[in-house]
């Protein structure tokens, strides 16, 4: 099982909705994801896998060089571009 946060700036608004779309991607797919939810603060604490985020942060994660793999979506209602960014990640897990 591979753990993932979905964060944003504040971990209020945008990434509580992605955290909620993201859920139901891993719940419909069978994906073995736990997914958990915060706040950027908790970034350097998390000892997970993937960090799903929004495309602007996720570059800045990047070039931060956080040990997870980072996962920016564009959107955080498409659940589409969370599925197929999701699986992704997991075939280079693999």
Same mark, same amino acid.
């Given at each position: 099982?591979?753990?993932?946060?979905? &964060?944003?700036?504040?971990?209020?608004?945008s990434?509580?909705?992605?955290?909620?779309? $993201? +859920? @139901?991607?891993?719940? %419909?797919?069978?994906?073995p994801?736990?997914?958990?939810?915060?706040s950027l603060? &908790?970034?350097p604490?998390?000892?997970g896998?993937?960090?799903?985020?929004?495309?602007? $942060? +996720? @570059?800045?994660?990047? %070039?931060?060089?956080?040990k997870?793999?980072?996962?920016?979506m564009?959107s955080?209602v498409?659940?589409n571009?969370?599925?197929?960014?999701l699986e992704?990640?997991l075939?280079?897990? @693999?």
């Amino acid at each position: 099982m591979y753990k993932a946060l979905v &964060a944003c700036r504040a971990g209020v608004g945008s990434s509580l909705m992605l955290k909620i779309k $993201v +859920a @139901e991607v891993v719940n %419909e797919n069978n994906l073995p994801v736990e997914v958990e939810h915060s706040s950027l603060d &908790a970034v350097p604490g998390f000892d997970g896998d993937f960090i799903i985020t929004l495309v602007d $942060v +996720a @570059e800045e994660l990047r %070039e931060q060089g956080v040990k997870q793999t980072v996962i920016g979506m564009t959107s955080v209602v498409d659940k589409n571009e969370i599925k197929e960014k999701l699986e992704a990640a997991l075939r280079e897990k @693999e």
